[in-house]
Every structure is written in C-alpha cells, then in structure tokens.
C-alpha cells in the first residue's frame, strides 16, 4: 500500500535527452513532450533527469554528469564551512580566508541556509543564481548576465572547489535553458494554429519573465 500511495504522488519525469530531442526535431515532425500540459497536470511539478549521457562533459575534462555532481558535493562536504565542525584552515590545508558556517550565515545571509528538520538532520544550502539580470535604464532594458559564485566561496573552500560548483551550476543552466526554450516553442507553435499546448498561447517569452 505504501508503495502503490509514493506512485500515486510520484511526480513526472523526463529525460534532458528527451527535451534535446525534441527541440532538434523539424516543426512539423515535433517530439510528444508537451511541457505545458505535463506541468498544467501535475500542478507544477516535473522532473528532468540528467544522465551521463545526457551531459556533454568532454569539453570540461571529466566523464560526465554524475562524475561531475559526486565532484561538486565531494567538496561541499570537505569545505571547512560545511563540515558539522569546521577545523582551522592550517589543518585542512585551504585558504586562511576559511570561516565557519556559522560566520558564513551572519556575514553572508543570501548565499547561505540552515534549515533544521524533524528528524534531527541539519541542512545546510549554499545557494546562488546562475543568471540574473542587470538593471534597465531609459535607454535600454534589463539584460541577461551571468553570476559567478561569490568570491567568499573560493576564498573558504579552495579554487577547485569553487570551480566544480561552477561546473555543477553550468551543467543545469544548459538543463534550464532547454526547458525554458522548449516552453517557448511550444507557445510559438500553439500561436501559429499547430496549437501543442493552449496553456502556453500569447504572451511574451518566458525567457523574458
């Protein structure tokens, strides 16, 4: 019964090979994904599944996505400010500028969380936009730019912790960017009578919301 109730509740899932797929195919021929109906009946929610093959991570020198995420949380776990107990920066051999987390939360409150759970676990969350936008002015609207992690994390954690976060945080933006493109599409192609997906008629592009 248990099992039968997470089913019921699982959300939907896709594969980012399939959101590639379906972008690369010709307008006529597209892929059955439909994004704004699968979101529409889920109330919001989806899952896209990012598989070694589903990354291409030839170009960043390792073998894939998962090498890529274990690389990420290696050195999450190993920073000085994520540990239950930061030791001193000369006994971990990073930076002098290593802080505890506690100081982290004080000094930096938007990059960083604590959340206590029911059960006793300590969350903690280092957070930070990928893409933000710079300010509009009279002459010009706001533009997208990219956001590199505050120089704080490179400065606690160690260079190649701080470039496999980037690494990391590069890897879904690509996932985001087909997603947010794929929406696009689908409105594009309901706007000129293929009609994918009625959710998704008029408006602007969701790259501009």
């Keep these: 019964p248990l099992a039968s109730a997470t089913a019921a509740v699982a959300p939907p899932r896709i594969s980012a090979e399939d959101l590639r797929s379906a972008l690369s195919s010709p307008p006529d021929q597209r892929s059955g994904i439909n994004l ?49 107990s930061g030791p001193s920066s000369t006994a971990t051999g990073y930076d002098d500028g290593s802080i505890t987390f506690e100081e982290a939360l004080e000094s930096h409150p938007k990059d960083v969380q604590q959340i206590n759970l029911q059960d006793g676990t300590v ?10 936008f710079d300010e509009s ?40 960017d087909m997603f947010v493109e794929r929406l696009d599409q689908e409105k594009i ?21």
């Design 189 to 209: 192609s309901s706007n000129e009578g293929t009609h994918i997906s009625r959710e998704g008629e008029g408006g602007q592009s969701y790259r501009q919301i």
């Design 123 to 132: 969350r903690r969350t280092l957070a930070s936009a990928t893409v933000g």
């Design 137 to 176: 002015d009279s002459d010009r609207p706001a533009a997208a730019t990219a956001l590199e992690l505050p120089s704080w994390v490179r400065d606690t954690c160690g260079r190649d912790a701080h470039n496999s976060f980037e690494d990391l945080r590069d890897a879904v933006a690509d996932v985001v």
């Design 36 to 84: 704004h109906r699968i979101l529409h009946d889920s109330h919001g929610i989806l899952r896209i599944a990012v598989g070694n093959s589903d990354y291409d991570a030839v170009s960043r020198g390792n073998s894939g996505f998962s090498k890529l995420r274990k690389r990420a949380l290696r050195h999450l776990c190993d920073c000085p400010t994520f540990r239950s």
